[in-house]
């Protein structure tokens, strides 16, 4: 007899880049997982400059680029992150998801059941960021 997989809750958001804040326009750049029972917080990535340039063509892909980077590195925990990774994963999750008005922007957050959080991760950025 094989072990049935839990089925867990996670909650995610979608990155958004927002060249100008002024006009509102947005383009999804990635997504944030965060999964409580399987101790999972994860940031997947995607940066279309193509997309970001119709948008804005004075854009610097690099800095939102570096911003996403922050953003990985605050849900690895790494210590370069300084006190924004140095949270738990929920508090970390917490403060990425905290509205605010800047370049780099989060959806609302939306909940789900899963049994692999790495893989939803995966299917969420095919879904709604590629």
């Known amino acids: 007899m094989t072990a049935k997989a839990s089925i867990l809750s996670f909650d995610y958001a979608l990155l958004r880049a927002v060249p100008r804040v002024d006009r509102g326009e947005q383009v999804n750049v990635g997504a944030l997982l965060?999964?409580?029972?399987?101790?999972?917080?994860?940031?997947?990535?995607?940066?279309?400059?193509?997309?970001?340039?119709?948008?804005?063509?004075?854009?610097?892909?690099?800095?939102?680029?570096?911003?996403?980077?922050?953003?990985?590195?605050?849900?690895?925990?790494?210590?370069?992150?300084?006190?924004?990774?140095?949270?738990?994963?929920?508090?970390?999750?917490?403060?990425?998801?905290?509205?605010?008005s800047t370049v780099i922007q989060t959806s609302a957050v939306h909940g789900g059941l899963t049994t692999d959080p790495a893989a939803e991760l995966k299917r969420l950025m095919g879904r709604l960021v590629h």
């Open 34 to 100: 965060y999964c409580p029972g399987a101790d999972f917080l994860g940031a997947a990535i995607h940066v279309d400059a193509d997309r970001l340039r119709m948008l804005d063509p004075d854009i610097d892909v690099d800095m939102v680029a570096a911003a996403l980077d922050a953003i990985r590195a605050i849900c690895a925990g790494d210590p370069a992150a300084g006190r924004a990774g140095a949270g738990t994963r929920g508090a970390r999750f917490g403060w990425l998801t905290a509205p605010r």
